[in-house]
């Protein structure tokens, strides 16, 4: 039961990333002015973060607790580890680089945003499958 609830989970992460990542954000970017999708963009990614750092936490913990500590238990730390780290490293790093019109800066940490959000997808279809 505890196990099936940990995949119920993971699919929900992997949910919301997508939703996130191919509904909200390009609508908001092609509805949004760029000051009101700026003022958009940093009021939800901690949210997205967040919750997402909160079920993987959840599912982490479900794991320790079903003694599964095979790849998915490695594949889950990593991906909480990452939320961690986008949402209290990269992207304050992000807005300042904007905020300081720091083109390149921005460009190049934002890329790395989407290929770490993009490996965290990659890790929890590895979890379902």
Do not use: W
Request: net charge positive.
């Amino acid at each position: 039961m505890i196990f099936n609830i940990s995949l119920f989970l993971t699919s929900i992460i992997l949910g919301i990333m997508i939703f996130f990542s191919f509904v909200v954000a390009p609508v908001a970017f092609s509805s949004l002015n760029k000051e009101n999708y700026s003022i958009f963009i940093r009021k939800i990614f901690p949210y997205y973060y967040l919750i997402n750092l909160f079920l993987s936490l959840v599912v982490f913990v479900f794991f320790i607790y079903l003694n599964i500590f095979g790849i998915k238990f490695y594949l889950i730390s990593f991906t909480a580890i990452l939320f961690l780290i986008s949402n209290f490293l990269l992207m304050p790093l992000i807005n300042k680089f904007s905020d300081q019109n720091l083109h390149k800066k921005f460009k190049n940490s934002h890329l790395l945003s989407v290929i770490l959000n993009f490996i965290q997808m990659f890790c929890l279809v590895f979890i379902l499958i």
